[in-house]
C-alpha cells in the first residue's frame, strides 16, 4: 500500500497519538510506502511560526527516523490542485488530494471533506 499522510496524522503520528486503528497498522507496517508531502511541511512551519501549532523542530529527521518518503510539490501537482472542485478550500489539502491523485496515493486523513474528491482515502 501507498500512504500519504495528512498533516494531522503526521503530526499525531509523531506524538504519539491516537490514529484509527487500521491507519495505524497501515502507517507502522515496514510493507507499506508512507509518504510525507512537502505541502505538509510548509504548512506545519507555518503554523508554528503563528504559534498555531507545536511540531517537532526536527521534522526532516523524524521522517527519516519513522522511514517516511518526502514527496515534493511538482507543477502538475500545482496545476492539478488549482484546477479540483472547491470542495476543500484549503490549498494545503487540495495539494495533498492532487499528489494523492497524481502519485496513485492513499490518503490518510480524518478530514470528511476528503470523501468528496474522487480519491483513496483511509480514515484516521
Known sequence: MRLLLDTHVLIWWLEVREIDGNASVAIGDPANAVFVSAASAWEIAIKKTLAKLRAPND??????????????????????????????????????????????????????????????????
Open 59 to 124: 521534522l526532516e529527521e523524524q521522517l527519516e527516523r519513522h522511514s517516511f518518503i518526502p514527496l515534493p510539490i511538482s507543477v502538475r501537482h500545482g496545476i492539478d490542485a488549482g484546477a479540483l472542485p472547491l470542495y476543500h478550500r484549503d490549498p494545503f489539502d487540495r495539494v495533498l488530494v492532487a499528489q494523492a491523485k497524481g502519485e496513485n496515493l492513499t490518503l490518510v486523513t480524518r478530514d470528511a471533506a476528503f470523501s468528496a474528491y474522487d480519491v483513496s482515502v483511509l480514515p484516521a
